[in-house]
Structure formats: C-alpha cells, structure tokens
C-alpha cells in the first residue's frame, strides 16, 4: 500500500539522510562493533548535518519544528543501513522531549546549543538491579541539602551510558510520598560521586554503550532539577508515549528490510533445481510476514499522525510498541529459517538482525507491561 504519511519535504530529508549515514556510519561499523561503542566524530557529525535537535528552537542550534516525521525518517534509515549501535533514537526521540519541556530557559541555554551540536550526548537512567518496567520500585535518592541534592544509588543497562555527558536521573525525593516522590535530576560529566561501570556485553546491537552508573553522595545542584520537585513519574508517563512510538517505528522498519533481504534470498537461493521461493512452503511464510508487515505498517503511520495532532493515546502507543516488536521478532526467526545455515551467519543481514532486535520487545517496557497497560484501558 502507498504510504500517506510524508510529504516532499520528508522525502528530500530522506536523502539527505542516506548520504550522511553512507558516508559517515556505515564505513565504520564494523570498527564500532568490535570497540563496543560508537565514535563521537559520528556525534559531532550528526550535529553539523542537523540531525539531533529536530524539535529544538532554532536560537539554540535545533530544526524548530514539532514535526516527528523526521525522526520516523531518520529511525526508519538508521534500521534500513543496520545502524543498531548509534544512539541518536534516546537522544533525539526520547531526551529531547525532556528537555524542551521542562528545562528552564538558563538550562536550554546550558545543555540545547551542546545537545543540538553534538557535543552533549545524553542518557536517561531510570533502571534499576532491582526496578526495571515498574518505576515506583526504584531506590536511588536524592535528598536536598541546601542549594544541592545529595544522589545516591545505582542504574543498570543504561544505553548511551559510557557517552552520556548529561544523564537524567529518576529518583526520589521523598521516599514516603510514592509515585508523587519521584523526581529528575541532571547528572553532568565529571560531577564528583558519578562512577560507570563497565560496558555491558550484550547478545546484540553490539555498539551500543550500554553501561552501569553509580551515584555515590553526587552533590547536584538544585539548578539541575528537571521540572518540579516530585512530578518525575508524570513526566515519565507524559513522554513515555513517544518512546514507545519510537521503538515501534524501529520494528516496522526492521521487519520490512528483513523480509526485503529474504525475498531477495529466496529469488535467488536454489534447492532441487530452482529457487526456494518456488516452494509452497516458503510462498506461503512470506506471504504471511507480508501480510503482518503490511498490517503493522499501517498501524505504526496511523499512530504517528495520530501523535502529530497530539491525539496518541497512552493504550495505542503501547498496541503499537508490544504488537510491532513481537511481530518483528516473529518475522525476523522465520526469515532466518528460510535462509537455512547462511542465516546463523553474522555476514548476513537478517543474522545481525535477529540479535540487534531481540531487546525491542524488553526495553522502553516489557510486552507484558504493555499488555497489561492496554487491559486497564479497557477497564480490567
């Protein structure tokens, strides 16, 4: 089906976006794969191009435009290149909200210009060893002493975390309030008390810093609280929405290069004397990945016009993050079936595919997190 989401102007960023990621990530990818981390020359490249503050106010560096369709297009090309590792996704869909926000106008002034550029790239630690999909566990704190806040705790699987020079922490405030406790704190570069563990060794997206922090008697000062003291948990659920969109953009994306590279494989890989897409066996699975690629794409463009208007609502984004993330996980084992042993390759795309994209259906909230948010939307 023709797809009614973009117009001109997204299709022409489209472009530009192809040719910054040819010439400026994919010739190194492998070299980030095996350091574990991605290069921050990619950072400052993707700051010069324009690509990370979409959403931010021109006087601070950033696109000025509301419009998330550009970064559908930008999340949409990073998975079409099997970019996993560059982490421009947190930064400029789920930071970004944060900030524009809820920042005060001596803090957009502080961390925008850095952010939009390149040179402050950014993280946000809510998980815990001990609290991860349920946030009102989390145990790290912050006490205020005077003009500070005194942090103490721990973060785990935090993605961008050996990068991050700004990291949003969530944390409470009062340990006796609940959910109405929690609040999010800045966290800078270099702060006294502010430790990394080591990088995570993950199954998949390899490049991608992902890291432990530790937060001994970190003394923020209260200039770096993020909103008000004790409505972290609503700003949490308030952008929580359009994380969710885009992990499910990513999936959508993912499970129609996937099933793009195996057609192509199956055009062209032969058994018995002809192609295995002759077979019944295998027109009939690619018919029914085409089929749920098709029907999660429409989803996923009617949920992103929807969060334009300002309409996305909290059950539909997490349809879309815990429908889209299972059904690319579906169709990337079955596309990895029909290339046979070729497929256990790491050379071969729907290999790396079938690790990168594991994580989808666990981060920014397990499917059973969002099942269970869509059963009590419907009253259970």
Known sequence: MRRELFEDEHEAFRETVRAFIAKELTPHVAAWEEAGVVSRDAWLAAGEQGLLGFSIDEEYGGGGTEDFRFNVVFDEELVGAGISGFGSPLHVDIIAPYLTKLATDEQKRRWLPGFCGGELITAIAMTEPGAGSDLQGIRTTAVRDGDEYVLNGQKTFISNGILADLVIVVARTDADAG??????????RGMAGFERGRNLEKIGQKSQDTAELFFNDVRVPAANLLGEEGKGFIYLMQNLPQERLSIAV?????????????????????AFGRPIGKFQNTRFE???MATEVQIGRVFTDRCVSDHLRGELGVEHAAMAKWWLSEMNKRVVDRCLQLHGGYGYMLEYPVAKAFLDTRIQTIYGGTTEIMKEIVGRSMGF
């Open 250 to 270: 990513a999936a959508a994306a993912s499970a129609e290069k996937v099933l793009d590279v195996t057609k192509e494989y199956c055009r062209t890989r032969t």
């Open 286 to 288: 690619l018919a029914e």
């Open 179 to 188: 959910h109405e406790g929690i609040s999010l704190l800045v966290v800078e």
